[in-house]
Nanobody, 119 residues
Framework: QVQLVESGGGSVQAGGSLRLSCAAS????????MGWFRQAPGKEREFVAT????????RYADFVKGRFTISTDKAKNTVYLQMNSLKPEDAAVYYC????????????WGQGTQVTVSS
């Protein structure tokens, strides 16, 4: 089992920046990749970005390319999401997730952190 705790959400004006953090604990040696997802009110949860734990390969949703950067600090068992040039449509609850080796789905999820972007 992997436990995840997010932090770093908050309120920012359009064009501003925030950095989200997600600290992993438990069986972190089983992690294959970690990702960020978001869910806005009335919408389904959507993929934002993922980063493989060992090779640091990254993948992004088209709507955040060039604005968001996912990174990891394995010494701290932490994954980050640097969000720049934020737009009002980026406002959502952001969730961190982990997928373990050999499993197809993200099985561990954090509690979520709120991001609010005002125009």
């Amino acid at each position: 089992q992997v436990q995840l705790v997010e932090s770093g959400g908050g309120s920012v004006q359009a064009g501003g920046s925030l950095r989200l953090s997600c600290a992993a604990s438990g069986h972190t040696f089983d992690i294959y990749d970690m990702g960020w997802f978001r869910q806005a009110p009335g919408k389904e949860r959507e993929f934002v970005a993922t980063c493989t734990w060992r090779a640091a390969g990254t993948r992004y949703a088209d709507f955040v390319k060039g604005r968001f950067t996912i990174s990891t600090d394995k010494a701290k068992n932490t994954v980050y999401l640097q969000m720049n040039s934020l737009k009002p449509e980026d406002a959502a609850v952001y969730y961190c997730a982990a997928r373990t080796i050999g499993t197809p789905d993200f099985g561990s999820w954090g509690q979520g952190t709120q991001v609010t972007v005002s125009s």
